[in-house]
Structures are given as structure tokens and as C-alpha cells.
């Protein structure tokens, strides 16, 4: 299980970074999978306004101030295409702010 959960947090990680590259996101998370555990995180000035629009969207994940935006990534209930889509909709509400 944990190997999935590996794997969906990296993918997740280069999807965000991929889908909103111009956007100044920082990835607080650690790259080393041993050192990340099953949460990823984001910071972004404006980050509380990002989760608010993503939570109207059904997308579930939690700020935390002063900027981090913070999902958890569980195969147990999310898929890669459920992350590949808060990629596609967290550059939506990105475009949607500037």
C-alpha cells in the first residue's frame, strides 16, 4: 500500500508542477517519497482562496496558514485520474484568480 501511495504522491507532485508551473507554487513537501509520507503540500500566496474554489469543485484538501495548501493522497479512496483532475481544476482557479 505504501508503494502506491508512493507513487500517487509523486505523480501528483509532477502533475501540479507540470499544470501550473507559472503560477509560483512551492512545493513544501520532501521529494524523497521515505521522507514525504502520504500528504502533499503547496504554498501559494492566496493558497485559502485556492482551497475554498477547489472545495466548490468537490476537490477535498485543507490550508493551512499562512500559505500551504495540503492534500492527502490515499489509494484507498483516490485514483490518479481523481489527481490528475485537482491538477486540471487547481490551474483553472489559478488562471481564475489572475
Known amino acids: 500500500l505504501f ?5 500517487m504522491t509523486e505523480f501528483f507532485i509532477e502533475a501540479v508542477e507540470s499544470e501550473c508551473a507559472e503560477f ?3 512545493l513544501q513537501t520532501p521529494r524523497d517519497p521515505a521522507l514525504r509520507g502520504s500528504h502533499v503540500s503547496f504554498g501559494f500566496d492566496g493558497g485559502e482562496r485556492v ?4 472545495a466548490e469543485q468537490g476537490i477535498v484538501g485543507d ?3 499562512p500559505d500551504t495548501m495540503r492534500f492527502g493522497i490515499t489509494p484507498l479512496y483516490l485514483r490518479m485520474s481523481d489527481l490528475a483532475r485537482t491538477a486540471s481544476v487547481m490551474r483553472e482557479v489559478l488562471e481564475g484568480l489572475t
Open 63 to 65: 490550508f493551512r496558514p
Open 51 to 54: 482551497m475554498k474554489a477547489l
Open 24 to 26: 509560483g507554487l512551492t
Open 3 to 7: 508503494s502506491k501511495t508512493e507513487a
